[in-house]
């Protein structure tokens, strides 16, 4: 079958670090007479990893855009590759990174300048999921029976995103990190962040910019955090877990039974543990006694902690590598117009509660067809949205026919002037789906239809160029800041 490889690049910038790595990912079609073409990833291999450099800030709140660029351009040198040569990967900013007054206008600036086909992503669930499959966690969970977490523990949050049977189940995000509380060898607090205060207070520790924080009261604060962060995932909440959570999550969770740690704090739990404020303020925050508190803490529990492939780089690696995937091998495309990127994401379902009804769907494609005329617009030649097709039911000849009707119908109504439709499918329906809206169209709309896509945990997603056969390279993210 035939195979290739292309090359791929990864650029995480978090609250302490930044990193940067090339990867080269082989493409494989398969199949036979007996089923359906498909094509895949089948190996993986980084190439180039940068050294890791502090994070360049102009000041607490805002990312120094010039210094990133001196370092991208300058890896970009080191590693001997060219802008044309680079096909797929991702530009991220994670942690309390992503909360800077310039984030997003910092990361669109380097998305343009990273290659023909890198995106921007952000978010902290979709964070969390590259991390996992940086450090081995959804690779774990294809392995063993269970639930596999991943906690990528950073300079500003704690992104757990769990794995079962090679897919992602659920996410969460903690403000938890090693430069949450900034301090010297003196214990002199030099900075505490914004979001740490609520937790602080309702636990009773009274701290404050300039005050003395003792090697006991710290390792006391770092032990209750990682307890409460425990106890959290176990589903018994204790010291207030729930105002460490970043914006809403989820009250219900899944029984953990493994756990992996990433992130700069599980690469420091493989190191010496504190014994003093000297020893804790190496990198001018409590991040040493965070990682040892974790180790400490988690021996209360039952989870079984296995060490992760990767830690620091774990987030870069399973952006650079991990999250670029490929469509189906039977899809409807006009290759003339790829790539496309920053498509947003718009959800429908074709089933609720497990029954297809036509009238129902009908109505539920017309509602989000309105909500995307009143956000997008109508662009013209520019696709203004992809409609990502979820819950699909087997696909009878009679109800794909009803599908394509209903979406060529209302799409034509709410966007009369759009000259691209863009169709997102979960299961192996594109082809015969694309072909039907296409002779409805009369070739007057362009229909891009695309299968095996799994856009349960973004808001956009870039069409990349063709890897094999009918086959395009894709990349789902999130630009939530």
Not at 218 to 240: A, C, F, Q, V, W
Not at 287 to 295: A, F, K
Not at 405 to 416: D, E, G, L, T, V
Request: aromatic share 8%; net charge negative.
């Amino acid at each position: 079958m035939p195979e290739h490889w292309i090359t791929s690049i990864g650029l995480d910038i978090g609250t302490s670090t930044t990193k940067f790595i090339v990867s080269q990912l082989l493409v494989s079609e398969t199949g036979n007479r007996f089923s359906l073409p498909s094509c895949q990833i089948i190996d993986r291999r980084v190439t180039y990893s940068s050294p890791i450099y502090s994070t360049p800030l102009q000041n607490e709140y805002t990312i120094d855009i010039t210094k990133l660029t001196i370092i991208l351009e300058k890896e970009y040198k080191k590693s001997q590759i060219f802008l044309d040569e680079v096909k797929a990967g991702a530009v991220i900013i994670t942690g309390e990174a992503a909360q800077k007054v310039n984030a997003q206008s910092i990361i669109h600036f380097l998305a343009d300048r990273a290659g023909d086909f890198v995106v921007a992503t952000a978010g902290p669930d979709l964070e969390g999921i590259l991390a996992g499959k940086g450090s081995g966690a959804l690779k774990r969970s294809n392995q063993v029976e269970g639930v596999i977490a991943n906690i990528d523990i950073g300079g500003g949050t704690a992104n757990v995103a769990l794995f079962q049977n090679g897919r992602t189940i659920q996410t969460i995000t903690f403000n938890i990190g090693g430069r949450l509380i900034r301090l010297n060898e003196d214990g002199k607090i030099g900075y505490i962040s914004d979001h740490l205060h609520p937790w602080l207070q309702a636990n009773n520790f009274l701290l404050e910019i300039g005050g003395i924080l003792t090697f006991p009261k710290l390792k006391e604060i770092t032990n209750r955090m990682n307890d409460s962060m425990l106890s959290y995932l176990t589903g018994s909440p204790k010291h207030s877990a729930e105002l460490l959570l970043l914006d809403s999550q989820p009250t219900v969770m899944f029984p953990i039974d493994e756990i992996i740690i990433s992130g700069g704090i599980g690469e420091m739990m493989r190191t010496e543990p504190p014994f003093s404020m000297k020893d804790v303020a190496s990198h001018g925050d409590m991040g040493p006694q965070l990682s040892h508190s974790l180790i400490n803490v988690a021996r209360s529990y039952s989870f079984v902690f296995k060490e992760a492939i990767e830690t620091t780089r774990a987030t870069v690696i399973g952006a650079g590598m991990q999250n670029t995937e490929v469509s189906g091998a039977t899809i409807y495309v006009n290759k003339a117009l790829l790539p496309i990127k920053n498509i947003p994401i718009l959800s429908v379902p074709v089933e609720t509660n497990n029954r297809w009804e036509q009238d129902t769907f009908q109505v539920r494609l017309r509602d989000t067809l309105k909500i995307a005329g009143r956000l997008y617009g109508d662009r013209g030649d520019e696709p203004p949205f992809a409609i990502a097709l979820s819950e699909t039911p087997y696909c009878t000849y009679e109800i794909l026919q009803v599908i394509a009707a209903s979406i060529f119908q209302q799409y034509r109504i709410h966007f009369p002037h759009s000259n691209c439709l863009v169709i997102l499918c979960e299961t192996d329906i594109a082809k015969a789906l694309g072909q039907a809206i296409a002779k409805r169209c009369h070739g007057k709309l362009n229909v891009l239809c695309i299968d095996q896509v799994d856009f349960t945990y973004g808001d956009y997603i870039d069409l990349g160029l063709p890897v094999a056969g009918e086959a395009i390279s894709i990349s789902v993210k999130t630009l939530a800041f």
